[in-house]
């Protein structure tokens, strides 16, 4: 079954600094994959998906399927991207599985 | 450990009929969130509930209603079914804790509108 891990819960990083979300999936085939944001108190939000290629604000992934990974970076965090992380894919039934998130906290 | 819990898993309705949702947050979680998911497309947020107010609305049709009751448990209600509310219906729960909480995802529930 496909399967997204996130394996850190929590990143700090200083204003300025590069940041590097990790997300690792288990899929035999050609997974979509995404990444949503949650800021505080708020609603879940599509960030970014892999077969658009695009970067919001400031954020990247690529698809590494050597390593079966999709890692969120951005060279300089802000202090405004303080927030919830979560990978995520479609399971078969089209379903989307969530990873289990990663909080990040960018300090001043 | 628990998780959060939807029932039913599965539903299928008529046109025009009424359908209920249930979803039972993590113990001790006090914020509730609805996403419904279409065929193929992202999960869309319905409306969110913190302490049994509604916290955030989203595009919930005027036909659809929703609360969360005093044991944090939340109900969708959704009236005159149309063939387009055809979708996985999932919440989510978390803790308010005045930052950025964890949300853990229900297993959804599959509603099919004949």
């Known amino acids: 079954a496909q399967r997204v891990t996130q394996p850190e819960k929590l990143l700090s990083v200083f204003k300025g600094a590069p940041v590097e979300l990790k997300c690792n999936y288990s899929y035999s085939g050609s997974p979509e994959l995404f990444w949503y944001v949650q800021y505080s108190r708020q609603r879940l939000q599509l960030l970014l998906r892999?077969?658009s290629r695009e970067s919001i604000k400031g954020f990247t992934a690529d698809l590494n399927k050597g390593e079966t990974s999709f890692h969120l970076k951005k060279p300089f965090a802000q202090e405004e991207d303080s927030a919830m992380y979560y990978c995520?894919?479609?399971?078969?039934?089209?379903?989307?599985?969530f990873g289990q998130g990663t909080e990040l906290s960018v300090k001043p | 450990a628990a998780g959060v819990i939807q029932s039913p898993r599965h539903l299928i309705k008529e046109k025009r009929e009424t359908a209920t949702l249930k979803c039972y947050p993590i113990?001790?979680?006090?914020?509730v969130y609805w996403y419904q998911q279409g065929p193929g497309q992202d999960p869309q947020f319905l409306i969110s509930f913190y302490e049994k107010m509604q916290s955030d609305k989203g595009s919930i049709p005027d036909r659809f209603s929703a609360q969360q009751f005093s044991d944090y448990h939340s109900e969708l209600n959704m009236s005159s079914l149309e063939l387009g509310d055809s979708a996985l219906y999932f919440c989510?729960?978390?803790?308010?804790?005045?930052?950025?909480?964890?949300?853990?995802f229900g297993p959804g529930t599959r509603l099919l509108v004949l």
């Open positions: 113990p001790r979680h006090d914020t």
């Open positions: 995520a894919t479609y399971n078969q039934g089209g379903k989307l599985i």
């Open positions: 892999h077969i």
């Open positions: 989510a729960s978390s803790l308010a804790a005045g930052g950025p909480e964890t949300q853990y």
